[in-house]
């Protein structure tokens, strides 16, 4: 067998011997202890393990392994990456090293709020993941980013990777609550299509009333295709929520996004607008709701200040 000795071995530290695969790695048994609580039950509990100077560790793959001590090891404490954090998940979570645990899930967030916003198969992979090691934060991210898709992408998705029906269903009726919000949002706009209406300005105000706010969104370089000529429009919605300003403002933010708004300076003095709001405790529940979905890449620009 090939021995490593990176882990103490060199020095004459090591005090034990894991056997993986056809390698064996001399470590430490008090760096084990400390980092992980399985590795001290095992090692100092009432365990066949506790006096043997060898341990086998069947089903392990060397190289995942490894790099899982380097992560753990205080002399090496290797940075947990988009590229490693497959390979320590399994192993963090079945020695539970909650601290690699959680940059992990960390890294899983990153990776599919920057790669994989529309790829739904790729979603549910994310998905799977955390449901077998209990990642709730990167599932509840993945849920949300995949009802943000077309239904018939879910089910393409779920012939792949298997996810409970519970996750299945939830992003199925979150997706089915974003049309409705959808087409409630419609109702607040008018379509101008002549040459005329492209010269309304964009902006951004507030009714006479102190719950009321009025949004007139604007788009006047675009263009659409109408038989064979070609017309500028103007997209103009007035949002009026005489009971609840926030919504209004949640309302805004979601047409700015379904019809790629691209004055800039709308959207963030509605997001702007929206770190500020406290509704109302009767009106609470509904604006976390409706705030929950929000598009994913607008909810992080709210948490971002």
């Known amino acids: 067998m090939e021995v490593n000795n990176e882990f103490g071995g060199e020095t004459g530290q090591s005090d034990l011997t894991l056997v993986v695969e056809n390698h064996k790695i001399l470590v430490s048994k008090s760096v084990l202890c400390i980092a992980s609580p399985v590795f001290r039950a095992m090692l100092e509990g009432d365990y066949q393990e506790k006096t043997m100077s060898e341990i086998p ?11 899982f001590l380097k992560c753990i090891y205080p002399d090496k404490l290797k940075k947990v990456t988009e590229t490693n954090s497959y390979q320590l998940i399994p192993l963090a979570h079945e020695y539970q090293v909650k601290k690699i645990e959680k940059r992990c899930e960390k890294v899983f967030i990153q990776t599919v709020r920057k790669k994989h916003t529309i790829d739904v198969t790729e979603l549910y992979r994310h998905i799977q993941l955390s449901e077998t090691f209990a990642l709730e934060d990167s599932k509840e991210v993945c849920i949300y980013l995949a009802s943000e898709n077309k239904l018939a992408q879910f089910l393409t998705a779920q012939e792949k990777y298997k996810i409970s029906d519970a996750s299945h269903n ?45 949004c007139v969104f604007s788009a006047p370089t675009d263009y659409h295709s109408y038989t064979d000529d070609k017309v500028k429009f103007t997209l103009t919605g007035y949002i009026r929520e ?28 509605l997001i702007q607008k ?11 529940e509904d604006f976390r709701e409706e705030y929950s979905l929000l598009p994913e890449a607008i909810k992080l620009a709210v948490q971002n200040n």
């Open 170 to 214: 939830m992003i199925i009726k979150l997706a089915l609550r974003r049309r409705e919000l959808d087409s409630e949002d419609d109702k607040h706009l008018s379509l101008n299509t002549d040459r005329q209406a492209a010269s309304v300005s964009s902006g951004f105000s507030f009714g006479t009333y102190p719950t009321e706010i009025a």
């Open 274 to 284: 929206l770190r500020d709001i406290k509704p109302e405790a009767d009106a609470a």
């Open 57 to 67: 560790l069947p089903g392990k793959i060397y190289e995942d392994f490894v790099e």
């Open 242 to 269: 005489n009971n609840s300003e926030a919504k209004g403002i949640l309302r805004a933010l979601r047409l700015s996004v379904r019809y790629t708004i691209t004055e800039r300076n709308i959207r963030s003095k």
